[in-house]
């Protein structure tokens, strides 16, 4: 009896030990939904290759990670109905309830827009935005496209995105921003009501893509 109880105890010992990759939010899961990246201005797909190589390496299979393009020129609202098709094909092709969002920039309005006005806070379960000009920034005061000026603050677009509850529906909502970011003015634009709200250290606007804790915390925050 002493034996088996040794044994048994050492089986224990043995299974306390090992990672408890089902809980994690650090590994690629049964729960894990497919990620839709959103570039923001003046950007493409390929500015989250470091972010997707690493959830990569955390076990989330390519067909899960979504590095869409789009036109960053037209107006955001236009951007939001591309993105639904983009949001129903990812989720056909992988079977999936739902899509986590991570958007960086600009790429924030149009899945915001997404989720507030056609019927995307069903099909999403986690969004994030990296320095997301969500209450606009003063740099938008020098482009013209309509995208950018939909970014100035005080603008009609952000007024009636942000009219009423800014995080609406049932997914879990959350931002990070940087206090070094020159882009983004001010810093407090990022944030958002309902959101978890998150400093990063002095990184830069395209920092926020690249560096190793924000993705992260990202990775943790959508796989919980």
Not at 136 to 152: I, K, V
Not at 163 to 184: H, L, M, Q
């Amino acid at each position: 009896m002493s034996a088996a109880a040794a044994a048994a105890g050492a089986l224990l010992a043995v299974q306390a030990s090992l990672p408890a990759h089902a809980a994690s939010g650090s590994t690629f899961n049964s729960t894990s939904n497919p990620v839709l990246f959103v570039h923001g201005y003046t950007g493409s797909g390929s500015n989250w290759d470091t972010m997707a190589s690493r959830f990569r390496t955390d076990g989330w299979p390519s067909s899960y990670l979504d590095q869409w393009s789009y036109d960053w020129h037209q107006s955001n609202a236009m951007t939001a109905q591309q993105l639904s098709t983009e949001v129903d094909r990812l989720l056909a092709a992988t079977g999936a309830a739902k899509v986590d969002i991570v958007s960086h920039s600009m790429g924030g309005l149009s899945s915001r827009y997404y989720l507030k006005n056609l019927g995307g806070d069903s099909k999403v379960d986690a969004w994030v935005s990296l320095g997301g000009p969500n209450h606009g920034t003063d740099s938008a005061n020098s482009c013209f496209d309509t995208s950018c000026t939909e970014m100035r603050i005080g603008s009609s677009f952000l007024a009636a995105l942000n009219s009423g509850d800014e995080t609406p529906g049932t997914p879990r909502y959350a931002t990070w921003w940087s206090p070094c970011d020159t882009v983004i003015n001010p810093d407090s634009s990022v944030s958002l009501s309902g959101a978890t709200n998150t400093q990063t250290s002095c990184l830069s606007h395209t920092g926020l893509l690249t560096d190793a804790t924000v993705y992260a915390q990202t990775r943790d925050m959508i796989n919980s």
